[in-house]
């Protein structure tokens, strides 16, 4: 699709706001803000990091916020049904509308859109997604509560923006490493990485496994993980850049 200069300055100034640092996360408000200039929306546009072990978000940040009346249990319930879930396409390159995959006629059928989007007050949604850490899926969300859905010159838009995106993030992280583990630390995380387990790294370091178990503690409090394989995962990126 051809963009006109007017379009291409518009994204220029999208890029540049989300080039200004952050420091608790890769993007920040004002981003979200530059983004409703580029693609209207009459609802929502967020910027989240999903962690799939712990089903969680790491980082949400929203524009502007609403409170969704709908308890995050029937929310677990019915992902399932939702086609935009992160566990199912978070690893697309392009971005993706919720009339993509559901028709006017299946959107009134699925339970997600009966039960929690129809409630939230969306209509229309689109989403698209970051290179991510292993693990997880970062992205950001777009929903509307009526009137048109989504179209192709907005989706390009996002395509434009979407690599210079990834950059900012990969910088932030880049920039927000974790400190270095100590010595034993990184000897049992290196040991977990090889697929061993607590006992297993225990009879290799000729410590107790109640001891792995405290360094463990201590290594996902410093990498900001909840999980063996994203302590890995987080443990690794680090090593080779440090």
């Given at each position: 699709m051809?963009?006109?200069e ?5 994204v220029?100034a ?12 890769p ?8 983004l ?5 929306v ?8 999903f ?9 949400a940040?929203e524009?502007?916020?609403i409170d969704?009346?709908?308890?995050q249990d029937?929310?677990?319930s019915?992902?399932?049904h939702y086609?935009?879930?992160e ?9 993706l509308?919720l009339s ?10 699925n339970?997600?859109y009966?039960?929690v ?11 698209v997604?970051l290179?991510?850490?292993f693990?997880?899926?970062?992205g950001f969300?777009?929903?509307?509560t009526?009137?048109?859905d ?8 996002l395509?434009?923006?979407?690599p ?6 990969a ?10 583990l100590?010595?034993r630390?990184n000897?049992?995380?290196?040991l977990v990485?090889?697929g061993?387990?607590?006992r ?6 000729v410590?107790?496994?109640g ?5 463990l ?7 900001d993980?909840?999980?063996r394989?994203?302590?890995v995962?987080?443990?690794s990126g680090?090593s080779?850049?440090?």
């Amino acid at each position: 699709m051809h963009f006109g200069e007017s379009d291409l300055r518009r994204v220029l100034a999208v890029a540049a706001v989300a080039s200004a640092p952050e420091h608790d996360a890769p993007f920040g408000a004002p981003l979200l803000e530059a983004l409703q200039e580029l693609i209207p929306v009459d609802h929502q546009i967020v910027y989240y990091e999903f962690e799939h072990a712990t089903h969680a978000e790491r980082v949400a940040i929203e524009y502007p916020r609403i409170d969704i009346p709908v308890d995050q249990d029937t929310i677990d319930s019915l992902c399932a049904h939702y086609p935009l879930r992160e566990l199912d396409v978070g690893g697309a390159s392009e971005p993706l509308i919720l009339s993509d995959f559901l028709s006017t006629g299946a959107l009134r059928r699925n339970p997600f859109y009966t039960h929690v989007l129809r409630p939230s007050g969306v209509r229309h949604e689109m989403k698209v997604f970051l290179s991510s850490p292993f693990g997880m899926t970062c992205g950001f969300g777009f929903t509307r509560t009526g009137g048109p859905d989504f179209n192709e010159r907005e989706r390009c838009l996002l395509r434009v923006l979407r690599p210079h995106l990834v950059r900012v993030r990969a910088r932030w992280a880049a920039s927000h490493r974790p400190s270095l583990l100590t010595t034993r630390e990184n000897a049992v995380i290196a040991l977990v990485a090889q697929g061993l387990t607590n006992r297993e790294v225990a009879t290799r370091l000729v410590v107790s496994p109640g001891t792995v178990r405290t360094h463990l503690q201590h290594i996902f409090e410093k990498l900001d993980v909840h999980t063996r394989t994203a302590a890995v995962a987080a443990w690794s990126g680090s090593s080779r850049t440090g």
